[in-house]
């Protein structure tokens, strides 16, 4: 063989393990932290699963665990079977009016989770509006629990969808239509297989979603316990972070089990886009479209239905009593030197942890997915990148606290930055992006990179003429998934913020627990309108990007 | 595309750095469950006393602040805690997070409202107290009678409809219980929680939200505390306020100095303040039991007869006594789910 060996670069040696270490810093070891207190005793001694036997004595950890299960596993089942479709039409049919359908869906990111619960509850509650619509069912309790957490995840559930759906092969379907293939058999033989990994990803996500949160719970959940409730129990009420820590690891399960099959998922993965792959074009198919449209409609009126009750609730005078409107709820917004204060930290943490998410996310959705790197550093960064979902934030938090805030650790002084909270911030949300970068650069062929290879371009260079080009559309998202949550994330940090560095969505937890609901919504609302500017920046960047890219269109 | 990449997030992170000097105005790191504009007018009563400190509040809810104590044991960034219950400070305590101080009015408080041993840690700010919100509305639509007595609380008539935190995650749960076992006794209270059980449609994790409930009717019932119950008749709630007859379970506010205050003679200085007279007189404005008995000012709507029903509690037992009823009450009620309406 006469070819000569390609050049190593360096960096595909170099990069994927400062990665790892970065990102276990800011994941692992805080998490790993806390939770190895699970395996301590209150003076700090090593007990061995002494405290798992304590837990599993305590009464009601088997139906908290049952509850848990079951409540994520039909949300999943629900959200999946709502998400999935919805995602169809808005990136595989030519139905008018998607770009405002995406919008819609995402509005449940954009929103403090305490919009939602109120407008859930001005709908359903007992004085709510369509109350009747529960069939005699109280919310307060399993029905809440599921229809909020549908709610919840349904927008996550959209973009990895959305993300896995979007590229395929047009040949494929000029193949199965040439082979007489009717748009159903196409469907499920072309399209269902091609994003199946991206179904996976979206429900695993759904369910962990779901299994760790708390906030729902304890606005709908009525006294239907959880095990993320559990732990706020331990820790929030018994100071007890040796169990908490406990709870914590057995809340981790579920995500173990989702790398496995995510792992599974990936070895059987092929490219769905070749050097020879055609953008796929959306066909029209009158009576398709027409259901689907109505679909899309129905959902949309769902989420519009809930916000807007919840926009009009912080705009009344006194639910449900007096329901003249005015302005009086926003006045202290406005007025308030911390409350505005407060959402200038906001806007500040968002933006930094949309830049700071988004480098990070590229590169190591990148080395996954081009597997770069020694093997055991890409499948440690893989389990790093999988982590922080299933961990609740009230975990994550609390983890930073013991492993930042702490003398011995050189990284002591980054304690009460606005930096730390960024950094947690981003850790938190890692997973979901780092998903739909891995799912977008998997459906490439390897082949490009063999020719690359052939080109002499490294890594580097690869990936700043093909993976880079073909990934923009998809970062701008993650920027934007950054931000948005960024604007509305409580439980993680409660421990971490300071007079100085508090929150937007801090301060409305604040206003809640001042018995100022009235206020509350309505910061709410001001949070939800500057994530939804936002949103509109992300969606028109990514459509012009989209048409500057000539290749991405059919050129026959 | 590496470059850009990494230069942009350093970048994005170096204007966050923390910055090494402060300002030549000292900062002392203040932790607050009080009312938040309680705490801001408290606050800043003693920035006009001292106004070459800068105080800068964190603020949050009972439970949290001491967890977030706990949790910063390694190295404390809080200086003093300015206003937690007493239970939750004794949890503090216990883990030696505290240190003693006699601030400067100690002996002119109220003997009740401050630690009575020999190194005091605490020091009173106010008391808050057991109380039921009666939705009037929702109560005569389906011709429900206003409770007097907490044992009214478990007459049937009231299945479904009675709301209440859980005394694993709230203070103010955990007052309610602490004043049923005062009244009732060891057997009759858990007893009556029985019975009272039958009746709770819902047990939540916030002390303040069952008033909140009662007030915008998703409840008719919510045993909680007086202010969110106030503040929300100020907003225009239908609701009542009712204090009932056989005497209500409280508790005190206090301060105390943390262990390893980076600013210790600043901390004094705020607990010297929190002891005056001057900031009684502030803190009467949102409650009405402060740490100086004289002090009779009424908030708006708050009821009148709050400070003569108060029951007389042993504090140095419930405290000690604080995990074992947490234990009962999680083996009797934790696990049923309880009736539906």
């Known amino acids: 063989m006469a070819t000569r060996q390609v050049r190593p670069d360096p960096t595909g040696q170099l990069v994927p393990p400062v990665l790892l270490v970065l990102l276990a810093t800011t994941t692992i070891l805080p998490i790993g932290a806390l ?14 699963v002494e405290n798992f036997l304590r837990y599993g004595a305590e009464p009601g950890l088997v139906i908290a665990a049952w509850n848990s299960a079951s409540l994520s596993a039909i949300s999943t089942l629900i959200a999946m079977a709502l ?19 995406r919008l819609i869906a995402l509005l449940p990111l954009l929103a403090p989770s305490l919009l ?11 004085q709510g509006w369509l109350k009747g619509w529960l069939l005699g069912e109280s919310l307060y309790g399993p029905v809440g629990i599921v229809l909020a957490s549908v709610f919840y995840v349904f927008p996550h559930a959209v973009l990895i969808l959305s993300a896995g759906l979007s590229a395929g092969d047009q040949r494929h379907y000029e193949a199965a239509r040439a082979l007489r293939a009717g748009p159903w058999r196409r469907f499920v033989t072309v399209t269902l297989p091609s994003c199946r990994y991206a179904a996976i990803s979206a429900a695993s996500i759904a369910f962990i979603l779901v299994f760790t949160d708390f906030g729902i719970p304890s606005v709908v959940g009525g006294s239907t316990n959880v095990l993320a409730t559990d732990i706020y129990k331990l820790v929030i009420g018994r100071f007890d972070f040796e169990m908490g820590a406990v709870v914590g690891v057995l809340l981790l399960l579920p995500a173990v089990v989702a790398y496995g099959i995510d792992w599974l998922a990936r070895r059987s993965q092929r490219a769905m886009i070749t050097g020879k792959s ?48 005015g302005l009086q709820n926003y006045e202290r917004l406005f007025t308030d030197d911390d409350e505005f204060r407060a959402l200038m930290n906001s806007l500040v943490l968002a933006i930094g942890t949309a830049m700071a998410g988004t480098g990070l996310v590229a590169l190591s959705g990148w080395m996954i997915a081009r597997k770069l790197g020694h093997g055991l550093v890409r499948n440690g960064l893989q389990g790093v990148a ?5 961990v609740p934030g009230l975990v994550l938090g609390l983890g930073y606290v013991f492993f930042f805030n702490n003398p011995a650790n050189p990284l002591h002084a980054l304690q009460g930055s606005l930096a730390l909270i960024i950094l947690c911030t981003v850790a938190h949300f890692y997973t979901v992006p780092h998903l739909m970068v891995v799912n977008e650069l998997l459906r490439l062929d390897r082949e490009i990179d063999l020719a690359a290879q052939a080109l002499r371009i490294g ?25 948005v949550n960024a604007m509305t994330t409580v439980s993680a940090l409660i421990f971490l913020f300071t007079a100085q560095t508090r929150p937007a969505s801090i301060a409305v937890i604040n206003l809640v627990e001042g018995s100022r609901i009235g206020q509350a919504s309505a910061f709410a609302v001001v949070i939800m309108v500057l994530s939804m500017f936002a949103a509109c920046i992300q969606l028109t960047l990514r459509h012009l990007v989209i048409r500057a890219q000539g290749w991405r269109r059919q050129t026959a | ?26 900062t002392l790191t203040v932790y607050s469950s009080l009312d938040e504009d309680q705490a801001k007018a408290l606050i800043k009563g003693f920035e006009a ?17 001491i967890a977030r104590v706990i949790a910063e044991a390694a190295s404390p960034q809080a200086d003093i805690i300015m206003g937690n219950a007493v239970s939750a400070l004794m949890a503090a305590d216990a883990r030696g997070l505290l240190i003693p101080y006699k601030p400067a009015h100690f002996d002119k408080i109220s003997p009740v409202m401050r630690d009575s041993r020999a190194e005091p840690v605490w020091v009173g700010i106010d008391a808050w107290a057991s109380s039921i919100c009666f939705n009037t509305v929702e109560a005569a639509k389906k011709n429900i009678p206003a409770p007097k007595t907490w044992a009214d609380l478990a007459n049937p008539v009231y299945k479904g409809h009675i709301t209440m935190p859980s005394p694993l995650s709230s203070g103010t749960a955990l007052l309610a219980v602490n004043g049923w076992l005062t009244i009732f006794g060891e057997k009759g209270g858990w007893d009556f929680m029985d019975k009272l059980h039958e009746n709770v449609s819902k047990y939540g994790h916030s002390g303040s939200a069952p008033c909140r409930q009662a007030g915008s009717g998703e409840t008719i019932i919510g045993i909680s505390y007086a202010t969110p119950g106030v503040k929300a008749i100020n907003e225009g709630a239908p609701i009542q306020i009712i204090l009932p007859s056989e005497g209500l379970g409280w508790e005190i506010e206090a301060a105390a100095i943390v262990k390893g205050a980076r600013n210790l003679a600043d901390a004094k200085a705020m607990a010297d303040w929190i002891s005056s007279r001057e900031a009684a007189e502030i803190s009467a404005k949102y409650l009405p039991i402060t740490a100086y008995d004289d002090i009779q000012v009424l908030p708006k709507n708050y009821p009148a007869d709050e400070k003569a029903k108060l029951l007389k509690m042993d504090f140095a037992k419930l405290a000690s006594s604080r995990d074992a009823v947490m234990a009962e009450w999680q083996k009797r009620y934790g696990v049923k789910v309880p009736p539906k309406n």
């Open chain 1, 35 to 48: 939770l190895v207190r699970a395996f301590l005793g209150k003076d700090g001694g090593f007990v061995g």
């Open chain 1, 278 to 325: 055609v953008p796929i074009r959306a066909e029209r198919l009158p009576l398709r479209d027409a259901v689907l449209f109505l679909f899309a409609t129905l959902v949309a009126i769902a989420i519009l239905g809930i916000i807007g009750m919840a926009i009009f609730g912080s705009l009344v005078k006194f639910w449900p009593y007096n329901l003249s409107l």
């Open chain 1, 116 to 126: 939602p619960a109120f407008g859930m509850v001005y709908l359903f509650g007992n």
């Open chain 2, 1 to 26: 595309m590496l470059k850009p990449i990494l230069a942009a997030t350093i970048a994005a992170l170096l204007p966050f750095a923390p910055v090494g000097a402060e300002a030549q105005q000292r």
């Open chain 1, 83 to 101: 998400a999935f479709p919805f995602a169809y039409v808005l990136v595989r049919t030519a139905i008018p009016g998607r770009g405002i359908f």
């Open chain 2, 49 to 65: 006393k001292h106004p070459q400190i800068k105080v800068n509040a964190i603020l949050g809810s009972t439970a949290p602040i």
């Open chain 1, 459 to 483: 890594p580097a260079g690869t990936a700043r003429r093909i993976h880079g080009p073909v990934l923009l559309p998809t970062l701008i998202d993650v920027a934007g998934y950054f931000f």
């Open chain 1, 386 to 390: 999988m982590m922080p979902v299933a």
